[in-house]
T-cell receptor, first 112, second 114 residues
């Protein structure tokens, strides 16, 4: 079974700061890893999917890295904005048929 | 393309009553997932379908939860009888296959059991 841990559980930063969210997983035999965003009362929106053959994936101000050997992924958010306030979750697959296991998320608050 | 549709969005029931949730995945997506998300926690996989077959239901409380996927398209998740601890958001997701593909989630169905 895959255990996914996200640190920190909550983060509050002033607008404009660059920040890093961390995700660790126990089973490194993964094909990919996904980062999601969840706004209050809403479903999950996929932000980035990193394949195991990649080390980084970028989308706009977001950059996700993957280090399978150490069981870690990071999500870097550049020049944070109040609209980035949400909960960020990572999901790593394991086992047959790639069941996705989620961390508990990092709740981000970007203050104007 | 249309997203993953779920209904109802909200449901309030008394304990020991039954409830059913419906999900319509993205057209052509072979894999469908039901997740349970309790407040403050990450989603937990309840059941995963590949077309209309179950590939994993190891975390589904089978004494009260059941799910089916008709003709490999729509899916329903049923809880009978409901317990207080079933209060959660039930999320449906789909992907083109069970391989290295992006999960697309619906908006979720929020269940409150009184």
């Amino acid at each position: 079974k895959q255990e996914v841990t996200q640190i920190p559980a909550a983060l509050s930063v002033p607008e404009g700061e660059n920040l890093v969210l961390n995700c660790s997983f126990t089973d490194s035999a993964i094909y990919n890893l996904q980062w999601f965003r969840q706004d209050p009362g809403k479903g999950l929106t996929s932000l980035l999917l990193i394949q195991s053959s990649q080390r980084e994936q970028t989308s706009g101000r977001l950059n996700a890295s993957l280090d399978k050997s150490s069981g870690r992924s990071t999500l870097y958010i550049a020049a944070s904005q109040p609209g980035d306030s949400a909960t960020y979750l990572c999901a790593a697959p394991a086992g047959n048929f790639n069941k996705f296991y989620f961390g508990s998320g990092t709740k981000l608050n970007v203050k104007p | 393309e249309a997203g993953v549709a779920q209904s109802p969005r909200y449901k309030i029931i008394e304990k020991r009553q039954s409830v059913a949730f419906w999900c319509n995945p993205i057209s052509g997506h072979a894999t469908l997932y039901w997740y349970q998300q309790i407040l403050g926690q990450g989603p937990k996989l309840l059941i995963q379908f590949q077309n209309n077959g179950v590939v994993d239901d190891s975390q589904l409380p089978k004494d009260r939860f059941s799910a089916e996927r008709l003709k490999g398209v729509d899916s329903t998740l049923k809880i009978q009888p409901a317990k207080l601890e079933d209060s959660a958001v039930y999320l449906c997701a789909s992907s083109p296959s069970s391989g290295a593909n992006v999960l697309t989630f619906g908006a979720g169905s929020r269940l409150t059991v009184l």
